[in-house]
């Protein structure tokens, strides 16, 4: 185990067995080149099919079963150089590899561009006929049914082309915000719990919320938000700017609203945003008995918006081993039956993961792979009980793309973004669910349930206020208002009070907040992490509740990939996205939570 110490160990000094083996994707570099050349053999040969897809069921056959060949061998190559790059990233020729897998992405994605178009220009009857004809073809008529859903919104040849070349244009906003909040933002010194002078940054503001010194958290509050303060007319221009952008493109493109046009990617209706939405409203009285109990807990006169990110059991320590924590893991996941544990086992123990911390290694933690290979999991671990939960998060992803990889084909195994945090989250909901059964100790319990409860804050009740004031400020542009600081500072701020209650008082820093949230540049997205969370409650509930005859239809989900839409893959576990019982489900056990910590806290 090489992670103990002061200094960094380098790559070649951690143990074999706590690295993953990608030897497994390609034993030698010279068998990565070969591929890299074949990628580009098989993008030169599918240009001909421009002027021929159409013109036969034969022929469209060809061209889609040469498309996806050289999709899937490219997805393969760029994993592999990509994944190494991360192992290293001083080491300059695993670098120059990543950096021409990119360049191989420009040329298949070049290669591809005029598969979607192409099949556009087939008239239905033809395509119908064409299908009818060849059996092969019919193998891909989900694909081409999803690329002909969205042809009431794909314009003609040169309306399209004017909405590419305004592409870069378009997507400015995003640009500018990138590089003032990441590039030209300074943030001040502050005073660290030792009295120590530190530069505030973005990377280390979470780190001075957890501080148990207050008048560090305090400290670090003000200092951030007082600097975005300064430039909010520029950022609330920019904001202005991104969502003018994006009903530009809904109205272009035939859409009722900008956000009809995003949940539109994943068949998704509008109703589902907005039963989320209302489910929350129905529950506000939860996260308010939680900032109550927080206030309580802490022992504090006033509770404040930088008190809320400090566990609130400060004296807890709970240090585990990457051992440890695998067999928690083990313990956790045992109520998903034989089939889940061997595959599981064969995960933990077969070169899928590559586990601590080297010099020049990517940070955080990922799942990843490609079709043709076993998952891949990267960690950083360090013995904290957050690793612990990475483990279990990141080994959900894995054995979904295991389980999607083995049932389905290349083109179907891929799942949505919108159920892709589903397995990762209902690993953690069952680990938790095992250790506070298994914890004895009152305050090592309380201290999970502090842990358990923060999530529901973070991923349900933050990320659904940050979709309402998404679909807020959407709305108020469409009907013409101008978004401006003072606007979008006062919609903000309703927010808070109505999702965090009386028992919290309100700094007015706080109304700057959308100021530094760069998910307000990928719009409409954040409330997929609420739905996935949501999704995950509900259904380990069903497995903790009901046993065999709900693991059976989970495992069948996992099996499904991207057979289908989000929505109807989760009808699969019995969840319906399409009501609002799936999030009450959440919020009820989120309410069982509060329960079992106001009882703990009484006893103290």
């Known amino acids: 185990m090489a992670n103990k110490g002061s200094s960094i160990p380098k790559r070649e000094e951690i143990s074999q067995e706590y690295k993953w083996r990608l030897e497994d994707i390609y034993e030698s570099n010279d068998l990565w080149e070969k591929d890299y050349e074949k990628v580009k053999q098989m993008a030169d040969s599918l240009y001909p099919y421009k002027e021929l897809m159409g013109s036969s069921a034969g022929k469209l056959l060809e061209c889609l079963n040469l498309s996806t060949e050289m999709t899937r061998l490219f997805e393969k190559v760029y994993v592999y150089a990509h994944m190494r790059s991360h192992e290293d990233s001083t080491n300059s020729f695993y670098q120059g590899l990543a950096g021409k897998a990119d360049s191989l992405g420009v040329t298949v994605n070049s290669a591809n561009s005029f598969i979607v178009p192409g099949i556009l220009d087939i008239p239905d009857e033809k395509l119908e006929a064409y299908l009818m004809e060849s059996e092969g073809l019919r193998f891909y008529k989900r694909f081409l049914d999803e690329i002909r859903r969205k042809k009431p919104h794909v314009l003609n040849a040169a309306e399209e082309q004017l909405l590419a070349m305004a592409g870069e244009v378009v997507r400015a906003p995003e640009v500018i915000f990138g590089m003032l909040n990441n590039a030209d933002i300074k943030f001040p010194y502050i005073k660290d719990e030792k009295g120590n002078e530190v530069e505030l940054t973005k990377g280390g503001y979470i780190q001075f919320m957890e501080s148990s010194d207050r008048r560090v958290r305090k400290d670090a509050f003000d200092g951030l938000y007082s600097t975005y303060s300064k430039q909010k007319n ?79 059991m400060k004296e807890v320590k709970m240090e585990i081993s990457f051992e440890e924590a695998k067999e928690i893991v083990r313990e956790g996941l045992k109520v998903l039956g034989e089939d889940y544990g061997k595959n599981l086992e064969k995960g933990l123990n077969s070169g899928w993961i590559d586990v601590y911390e080297n010099e020049g290694k990517r940070s955080g933690a990922y799942s990843w792979g490609c079709y043709d290979s076993h998952p891949y999991v990267l960690l950083n671990h360090n013995d904290t009980l957050n690793s612990m939960f990475t483990l279990a998060h990141e080994m959900g992803h894995a054995l979904h793309s295991y389980y999607s990889d083995s049932n ?8 949505k973004i919108f159920v892709a945090e589903v397995a990762s989250t209902l690993n953690e909901a069952l680990v938790m669910n095992h250790l506070l059964k298994a914890t004895k100790d009152n305050k090592k319990k309380m201290y999970l349930l502090n842990y358990f409860m923060e999530q529901f804050r973070a991923t349900v009740y933050r990320q659904t206020m940050f979709a309402e004031f998404e679909k807020i400020i959407h709305e108020k542009a469409e009907s013409g208002e101008v978004l401006t600081a003072e606007l979008l500072c006062s919609i903000y701020r309703d927010l808070n009070i109505r999702y965090y209650g009386p028992d919290i008082v309100m700094d007015d820093y706080i109304d700057m907040e959308w100021a530094r949230i760069p998910h307000f540049y990928t719009s409409f997205y954040v409330y997929k992490y609420a739905t996935g ?32 839409y989000p929505i109807e893959l989760l009808k699969i576990a019995n969840v319906d996205m399409s009501t609002t019982e799936p999030v009450n489900n959440a919020l009820k056990l989120f309410g069982s939570l509060l329960d079992q910590m106001e009882a703990l806290v009484q006893n103290l």
């Open 408 to 415: 389905q084909p290349y083109i179907y195994a891929q799942y």
């Open 234 to 312: 520029t950022l609330a221009a920019l904001l202005n700017a991104n969502v003018k952008a994006n009903i530009f493109s809904a109205r272009a493109r035939k859409y009722g609203s900008a956000r009809e046009e995003s949940l539109f990617e994943d068949n998704v209706p509008v109703a589902v945003y907005d039963n989320l939405i209302a489910a929350m409203h129905d529950n506000m009285n939860l996260m308010h008995r939680y900032v109550k109990l927080r206030k309580r807990v802490m022992g504090l006169d006033e509770i404040h918006m930088y008190d809320l990110y400090v566990p609130m």
């Open 533 to 564: 969370f949501s999704a995950a409650m509900s259904i380990s509930q069903q497995i903790i509740n009901e046993g065999q005859p709900a693991v059976d239809r989970y495992l069948k989900f996992l099996k499904s990939g991207g057979s289908d």
